[in-house]
């Protein structure tokens, strides 16, 4: 019976006039024309093929290179790993079902979409609240001298996938419901539904899972800019000194704005639809939060990870011709020589000490490197 819960209300119908028993697992809605599904399907597997290709580039080049396997870069592949995981299920099954223009795969593999995108989507949503505490962390330092150490993001990764867990699994065992949108070819929260249950039910994801991430990113993204800003005002030097700041007031704002404009829209529907379940809206008009949510997982990769000077040259160099990687070792070849013969006109150092000087400058770049997030 529960497959047919989601008539009960009218939440489906597109108005009063509609069929009275359409039903979207079987045939397409009839105010919906055929190219507009197809437009659909042409935009999930450019959105679906984009974001694949990125996550999967991600994940891949961080098991490749050591150096990136850091506890400061394992949120990100969290996210990553988050983001794919949205466009194999849910866009690869939105693809397949504007295809045919109706969910033909049956009620059950709409509540498995259902749950996997909201569940990996939450993931992704947390993922990034995470990774703006963790540059708080690491840049404000309010906890003195601790530093951010594998178990640490580890807990903050098991945190993200328990948290996501406990507040997507609800709609399959009897709190609200995940059905059908609108138009008919995805899967997602029973925002429409005028019951008490699913109300409490939406109003409490919608605040745990959108507004407290949101207002961690923003504290969290809003202290690091005043950090940044105190410290140059101290230096005093309008050069140098200003132009760290500038770079990561350009990088915080861009990050927030891109978090709105993706899922901002879809906050918005949700709470709206949720208040006036009865309210009229045009199925291609209530469709399109849901589509332009979904396109986060192609912007999250571009902002988060090859805006990374680090991740940035790791990926040129997986994937340009290995002269680029012969050219890099003479370079670094050529600097060690040029510190070897300073030390041997100074102070005549021993090789090994030669060496350990190398190792050491490398190292306190790539410290450099973290803790700002050079962009």
Not at 129 to 158: Q, S
Not at 223 to 246: F, I, T, Y
């Amino acid at each position: 019976m529960d497959a047919f819960r989601v008539f009960e209300n009218g939440s489906l119908l597109p108005s009063y006039s509609a069929p009275a028993r359409w039903d979207p697992f079987h045939r397409p809605l009839d105010s919906i024309q055929p190219w507009q599904f197809r437009l659909l399907a042409a935009v999930m597997l450019l959105v679906t093929s984009l974001s694949l290709a990125e996550n999967l580039a991600v994940i891949l080049v961080t098991f490749k290179f050591k150096q990136l396997r850091q506890p400061i870069n394992y949120i990100i592949v969290n996210l990553s790993v988050a983001d794919f995981l949205v466009s194999l299920t849910g866009g690869t099954i939105s693809f397949l079902t504007n295809l045919k223009g109706y969910f033909f795969m049956g009620y059950w593999a709409c509540v498995l979409e259902g749950f996997a995108v909201t569940f990996f989507g939450i993931v992704a949503l947390w993922s990034l609240a995470l990774l703006a505490f963790e540059r708080y962390i690491v840049i404000c330092r309010p906890l003195r001298n601790a530093r951010l150490r594998g178990k640490h993001a580890a807990l903050g990764i098991v945190f993200v996938w328990s948290f996501s867990f406990i507040w997507t699994i609800p709609p399959t065992t009897g709190w609200s419901s995940y059905t059908t949108s609108k138009i008919g070819t995805t899967c997602e929260p029973n925002w429409y539904s005028g019951a008490y249950a699913d109300h409490t039910y939406i109003i409490t994801f919608f605040t745990t899972c959108f507004i407290v991430p949101l207002l961690v990113i923003l504290v969290s993204y809003g202290k690091l800019v005043w950090k940044l800003k105190k410290v140059s005002d101290a230096q005093g030097r309008l050069g140098a000194a200003r132009r760290p700041e500038r770079q990561v007031t350009r990088m915080v704002v861009f990050m927030i704005v891109a978090f709105l404009i993706c899922w901002m829209p879809y906050a918005t529907f949700s709470i709206l639809v949720t208040a006036y379940p009865s309210i009229e809206l045009d199925p291609c008009v209530a469709a399109i939060p849901a589509f332009f949510s979904k396109t986060a997982t192609v912007y999250n990769p571009v902002i988060y990870v090859f805006m990374n000077k680090q991740f940035r040259q790791c990926l040129i160099q997986m994937f340009s011709c290995s002269a680029i990687g012969t050219a890099e070792s003479n370079m670094k070849l050529t600097s060690e020589r040029a510190v070897l013969m300073q030390g041997r006109r100074g102070s005549k150092r021993t090789p090994m000490a030669v060496h350990s000087t190398v190792l050491k400058r490398k190292t306190g770049d790539e410290h450099r490197a973290d803790d700002l997030w050079l962009f």
